[in-house]
C-alpha cells in the first residue's frame, strides 16, 4: 500500500539523476533515467505484489521527479531577458 513516506522517493530519485548528470548522461536522456527510476520504485519498492499499482506509482513518482526537477531548474536559472 502507498503511504506518505513513499513520496521521499521522489527527492532520492531526483538525486540519482544529478548524480547520473555529473557521470555525463546527456540532458536529453535524464527525463528517461527519472521515469524509469521511478518506475523502479514503484514496482520493488512501493507495489512489489501489484504491478498496475507499481506501474502508476512508478510512473506519478519519475514524472513528478522530472517536473520537480525541471521547474526548480528553470526558477533558479538567471532570466536572459532582463
Same mark, same amino acid.
Do not use: E, R
Given at each position: 500500500m502507498f503511504q506518505v513516506y513513499d513520496v521521499a522517493l521522489i527527492p532520492l530519485i531526483i538525486g540519482l539523476v544529478q548524480l547520473?548528470?555529473?557521470? #555525463?548522461? +546527456? +540532458?536529453?536522456?535524464? =527525463?528517461?533515467?527519472?521515469? @524509469? /527510476?521511478? /518506475?523502479?520504485?514503484? /514496482?520493488?519498492? @512501493?507495489? =512489489?505484489?501489484?504491478? +498496475? #499499482? #507499481?506501474?502508476? @506509482?512508478?510512473?506519478?513518482?519519475?514524472l513528478s521527479a522530472s517536473g520537480l526537477y525541471s521547474s526548480t531548474k528553470n526558477t533558479l536559472e538567471k532570466d536572459e531577458d532582463c
Open positions: 547520473l548528470k555529473t557521470l #555525463g548522461l +546527456k +540532458k536529453k536522456y535524464l =527525463p528517461l533515467a527519472s521515469l @524509469v /527510476l521511478g /518506475l523502479a520504485g514503484g /514496482l520493488f519498492l @512501493v507495489y =512489489p505484489d501489484d504491478i +498496475k #499499482g #507499481g506501474i502508476i @506509482v512508478g510512473l506519478m513518482l519519475g
